[in-house]
């Protein structure tokens, strides 16, 4: 079978099984502490925690998955062996509440031995039983279930059942929420298959797990005990490269003489083939057994796997909108990159190489995953950008490294190891690999030492949460927002619940309310509180807190608090204001539309601040856009805010939004989402308020577009009023400077650029001008040289434009009449301004010009010094520097020599 058949064979069967197939997931999680996706459940967990329905009780995919960095890394294990990868894809079928470890066990190895053909005496199956302080106890029940089907194919369950503990056997979400014990069937590749399971968890790459059934069963709480669960889940993840490599290395099971690898499967041969086209090498399917003296084959083989692996993962997170970058996970796609390129040059690969392979990739995932046809050139863009750049970093490094050899060291510090890999994108196995070939060591403890370091940083500074199984009650202390319809915040009936001090600050909390509270970017609502028609309190703020109260701030703090908890009151937004932030609002979706048309699809939000004034907008992007583009982004705007597209919004299920929506930047959603539709051409969830109609903005004009992070880029635009006032404040000064050049402002730039260009010509006259005078000034100063010795000297105050033209005259000066030391200085911005210059054979006689300087300013209540040859200074006392110069004497400022 082919790894596209593969695939498909199990997506069928699970379909045939009532499953729904979904589609994978991005690249790019919503759960903001992980990196990457690196699993199939990660777009279920807001199923398993009861905050969301699952799409269907039973669920099957193909999840694109990356394990670089974090908890999952196996970036630096990539290459030198045969079964790992920073991408692949994981296939996994899911019961939520429906089928448990009967079904998944049955199927498991009706998949693997009935339809692909496995053979049953080369598979075992792990079941958990706990080790000392582990939790729960022992599996029987999936003990039981295996046993059965051991016994009827003639198999014996004390072989083919191997018990684990926490480590390999028990899956925990987090330190809380949901987890169960869990069943490996793992495969014994020897060539003899008789191992008995010895080989099970044994880190051998003959016997590797290929599928991993997850019984969700437990509530971890926070107090380490583990409480059933009110629904039974199963979740499991099978390795699809591992899948179709064992295929293809056995050749569907019917030789066993070859080394396992993922590496031998179709997946990878297009991409070895580009590799061989561009290296003049051949992949010979060797494996390392010692990491550091690699053989040439085990070498050129190693650098195949890692390339074909790295292209794939840089091709789907592009895809997917992680770029490279200098921070967290756009930070690892780097290093990625970085990783394949130094790697690249170990086969002697030109410059640009790793873009050539792109095409590859896509044609063969493609069809499965369209994300990568509809990015292509995007992909493209970026792989050679960043290759471009890394190039120039290489040099830099290999400069260093070169040095350390050169230097004859006996060793390369750990520090020095950190720096090449941190900075410079040098693998520590690549450094060991050229350090080993000049028989230089590496400090590799110091190097552990330094990267613990950076994970200690890293861990602190990463975001623990505690992961909890809903309740219905947990929003029992929410606010009702009733404030979306604008026309509806006025004057609007409201019952007192309490009332918050804290730090002299007041907040009100309401049964309802038309406030909105500040989140998701936009600021929160303010306005005024009524209580017995006749106490007006302005509210200067609303905010949300973790209950999903609403709290308004009160501009004055309230006497007698308990007396008006219950009171009946009348709570009214301030109107003009919320509706210039909606027009914010709804201008950064129409912008966010905009900013995808003309930079692309790769385009998402990274962050956004909407207020009643302006509007800013982060986005995921690797280049800063050209003003064309900028210009372009905000024509496209315009015209649909022009087209009075009409806005809606409306709540539905998560998992009935329309295909088409957008859901960005790790927000985290509910059951329940509402969908903002602009005229059917953007369409996002979001929680803020809008306008009813595109027309409402009037105009957007862009401010300014910045970086703010690699990868990162700022938009920074106004919208209705605002931008009036911008664009009344420009035409207006338009309209006087234009005046002031007698012209009409349509005639303002061919009249601004006649003046530059008739300026540009006077300056060089001037120039011109003062280099002649500065000529004949030089001829004076030089004939009115003194001699001493064989010196010939020149001190004089000088009356010139600027201390770069007092230079430019001492060196005219002294060309004239070397052997010379000159000594000048002039009055600049009211300051004594001092310098000097001498020839080679004035320092070689013993005059240096640093200190000339240092002893003349030192006169005039300042400083200055340099070099021998020339120094500059100045001081304070304006009015003694000419007589200075007059009474300065060579003799006593010569050096000792």
């Not at 005496?121 to 080790?131: D, I, N």
């Not at 971890?220 to 499991?236: C, I, N, R, W």
Request: hydrophobic share 35%.
């Amino acid at each position: 079978m082919t790894s596209t058949e593969v695939r498909q064979s199990f997506l069928d069967f699970f379909k045939s099984k009532n499953h729904k197939i979904v589609s994978s997931e991005s690249l790019l999680p919503t759960a903001p502490n992980l990196l990457f996706t690196n699993a199939g459940m990660n777009q279920f967990v807001p199923s398993f925690l009861g905050e969301r329905p699952p799409p269907h009780s039973r669920v099957a995919n193909s999840q694109k998955c990356i394990r670089a960095g974090g908890k999952h890394n196996d970036l630096d294990d990539v290459g030198f062996d045969t079964y790992h990868h920073t991408f692949f894809e994981m296939l996994g079928n899911w019961s939520f509440g429906d089928y448990f470890k009967k079904e998944a066990i049955d199927w498991a190895w009706e998949l693997l031995t009935k339809v692909w053909g496995f053979p049953k005496e080369r598979l075992y199956a792990t079941v958990y039983k706990p080790g000392k302080n582990d939790p729960s106890e022992i599996d029987q029940e999936a003990w039981n279930y295996w046993a059965e089907i051991f016994k009827r194919e003639g198999l014996d369950p004390k072989i083919h059942i191997i018990f684990g503990e926490k480590k390999d056997n028990f899956w925990m979400m987090g330190d809380t929420g949901p987890c169960g014990p869990c069943s490996e069937v793992h495969m014994d590749l020897t060539e003899n298959g008789d191992t008995n399971g010895s080989l099970v968890n044994a880190d051998s790459p003959y016997t590797i797990e290929i599928w991993n059934l997850v019984f969700i069963q437990f509530n971890a709480t926070s107090d380490g005990k583990f409480k059933p669960l009110a629904e039974q889940h199963v979740d499991t993840g099978m390795g699809f490269e591992r899948v179709a490599g064992i295929m293809a290395t056995t050749n569907k099971f019917t030789d066993f003489s070859k080394a396992p690898s993922n590496y031998n499967c179709d997946i990878f041969t297009d991409i070895f083939n580009d590799i061989s086209q561009l290296s003049g090498k051949q992949y010979k399917r060797t494996v390392p057994t010692d990491r550091i003296n690699l053989n040439n084959d085990e070498l050129v083989d190693c650098i195949f796997r890692i390339l074909s692996d790295h292209i794939r993962t840089l091709c789907f997170s592009i895809a997917d909108g992680i770029i490279p970058g200098n921070e967290g996970r756009n930070y690892v796609i780097r290093r990625i990159l970085r990783r394949a390129v130094m790697y690249g040059r170990k086969l002697d690969l030109k410059a640009g190489f790793l873009v050539q392979l792109v095409d590859t990739v896509i044609e063969k995932f493609g069809p499965v995953f369209p994300e990568l046809i509809e990015n292509r050139e995007t992909i493209k863009k970026i792989i050679k950008s960043e290759e471009s750049a890394f190039d120039r970093t290489i040099d830099r490094g290999i400069q260093i490294l070169e040095k350390i050899i050169a230097n004859k060291s006996k060793e390369i510090s750990g520090k020095q190891a950190f720096e090449l890999y941190d900075t410079y994108g040098f693998p520590y196995d690549l450094t060991e690999l050229i350090a080993n070939e000049n028989n230089i060591k590496i400090d590799y403890d110091g190097f552990n030492l330094e990267m613990e370091k950076q994970r200690s940083r890293g861990r602190a500074s990463q975001k623990k949460t505690e992961i909890l199984v809903s309740k219905e009650s947990d929003n029992k202390h929410a606010t009702k927002f009733t404030g979306y319809d604008i026309s509806k915040t006025q004057c609007i009936d409201a019952i007192i619940e309490e009332v918050i001090q804290s730090d002299n600050n007041t907040y009100f909390v309401f049964d309802q309310t038309p406030f909105y509270a500040e989140m998701g970017g936009q600021i929160g609502d303010t306005g005024f509180v009524t209580i017995n028609e006749d106490t007006k309190i302005k509210l200067t703020g609303t905010i949300k807190d973790s209950s999903g109260r609403y709290l308004h701030h009160a501009e004055s703090n309230i006497v007698n608090v308990n007396e008006i908890v219950g009171y009946k009151v009348k709570l009214s937004v301030d109107h003009a204001r919320r509706q210039s932030i909606q027009r914010h609002h709804t201008a950064t979706h129409i912008l966010h539309w905009a900013l995808r048309e003309v930079l692309g699809k790769h385009v998402k939000q990274a962050g956004s601040l909407v207020t009643d004034d302006r509007l800013r907008f982060d986005i995921s992007h690797f280049e800063q856009p050209t003003s064309d583009q900028i210009q372009k982004i905000e024509k496209l705007a315009n015209q649909q805010i022009l087209a009075n597209s009409p806005v809606t919004w409306t709540e539905m299920p998560f998992d009935q939004k329309p295909k088409n929506c957008l859901a960005f930047f790790g927000d985290k959603y509910g059951a329940i989402v509402r969908v903002v539709d602009i005229g059917g051409w953007s369409v996002e969830l979001c929680g803020g308020t809008h306008v009813l109609a595109t027309g409402e903005i009037g105009i957007i004009k862009i401010v300014q577009e910045s970086a703010i992070a690699a990868g990162t880029r700022r938009i920074e635009a106004v919208v209705g009023e605002s931008a009036y006032d911008l664009v009344d404040t420009n035409f207006n000064l338009l309209k006087n400077l234009s005046n002031k050049l007698s012209c009409l402002p349509k005639d303002f730039d061919t009249r601004f650029n006649s003046l530059l260009e008739q300026n540009s010509e006077l300056e060089k006259q001037l120039r011109k001008l003062r280099q002649s005078g500065t000529s004949n000034l030089a001829t004076e100063l030089a004939n009115l040289a003194t001699k001493i010795g064989d010196i010939n000297l020149v001190t004089a105050k000088v009356e010139v434009t600027n201390p770069n033209d007092m230079r430019a005259l001492a060196v005219n000066i002294s060309k004239k009449i070397e052997p010379s030391v000159i000594v000048l200085g002039g009055e600049f911005n009211k300051k004594a301004n001092v310098l000097a210059l001498c020839s080679s054979d004035a320092i070689k006689a013993g005059h240096k010009a640093g200190d000339i300087v240092k002893q003349i300013t030192q006169q005039l209540d300042g400083k200055g010094g340099g070099k021998p040859d020339f120094a500059m200074g100045g001081g304070k006392d304006v009015e003694k520097l000419e007589s200075v110069l007059n009474n300065f004497s060579l003799y006593n400022n010569q050096s000792e020599k």
